[in-house]
């Protein structure tokens, strides 16, 4: 069953362009979003997470938003750039069992 | 900085035959995770460990095997190869703080079944 559902599978931008990658899930017991880059050739990388007390995450380019009511998470890249070309995954850790479930991927590629 | 080792990088293995990718962790994390990746699947959960000597069943157990022989090694055995198990395997180790875990995950090993 699919517990953390993510879109769009992958999405094309322009240099500058504002990316914006969404995540939703069911489980009530989830409490902590990470969201993790992969380029090609290499494992996953933390970018930024969110706890559920929380509505909004900043890191430079990077913001996650959560909203608690809806079940829904989202990543924003603002000026994309080129080097931003990787898969993101956005995930979901249960409070009680502390396990992580990852969603599909988004496959991100930005063009000059 | 964190380090986690897989190998080897890509493995060639026969239906039948027995394959063991191994995974070593300088980071003196007590957690390590196996996941492996498939285009449409995300990273889904093979097995996984607290610290040397235990080992956990994740979410796609069945036909892997998981050793943890010291708090630096954590190997996935597959004792009969499938063609279904081709895939990219990741190790992860863990560290958690302020109530959330990071994983910080090796560079993969690419497995074949033919």
């Known amino acids: 069953q699919q517990q953390v559902r993510q879109s769009p599978q992958s999405l094309t931008v322009w240099e500058g362009g504002t990316t914006v990658l969404t995540c939703s899930y069911e489980d009530s017991t989830f409490n902590y979003f990470p969201w993790y880059q992969q380029f090609p050739g290499e494992g996953p990388a933390l970018l930024i997470s969110?706890?559920?007390?929380?509505d909004k995450k900043e890191d430079g380019r990077f913001t996650t938003f959560f909203n608690k009511r809806e079940k829904k998470l989202s990543l924003h890249i603002i000026d994309s750039q080129p080097g931003d070309s990787a898969t993101y995954f956005c995930?979901?850790?249960?409070?009680?069992?502390?396990?992580?479930?990852f969603g599909d991927g988004t496959v991100l590629t930005v063009k000059p | 900085e964190a380090a986690v080792t897989q190998s080897p990088r890509n493995k060639v293995a026969v239906t039948g035959g027995k394959v063991t990718l191994s995974c070593n962790q300088t980071?003196?994390?007590?957690?390590m995770y196996w996941y492996r990746q498939d285009t449409g699947h995300g990273l889904r959960l093979i097995h996984y460990?607290?610290?040397?000597?235990?080992?956990e069943k994740g979410d796609i157990p069945d036909g892997y095997k998981a050793s943890r022989p010291s708090q630096e090694n954590f190997s996935l055995i597959l004792e009969l190869a499938t063609p279904s198990q081709t895939s990219v395997y990741f190790c992860?180790?863990?560290?958690?703080?302020?109530?959330?875990?990071?994983?910080?995950f090796g560079s993969g090993t690419r497995l074949t079944v033919l």
């Open positions: 995930a979901a850790e249960n409070t009680n069992t502390g396990k992580l479930t």
């Open positions: 460990s607290y610290g040397a000597g235990s080992t």
């Open positions: 992860a180790s863990g560290e958690r703080g302020r109530g959330a875990e990071t994983l910080y």
């Open positions: 980071n003196n994390h007590n957690n």
């Open positions: 969110i706890l559920s007390v929380s």
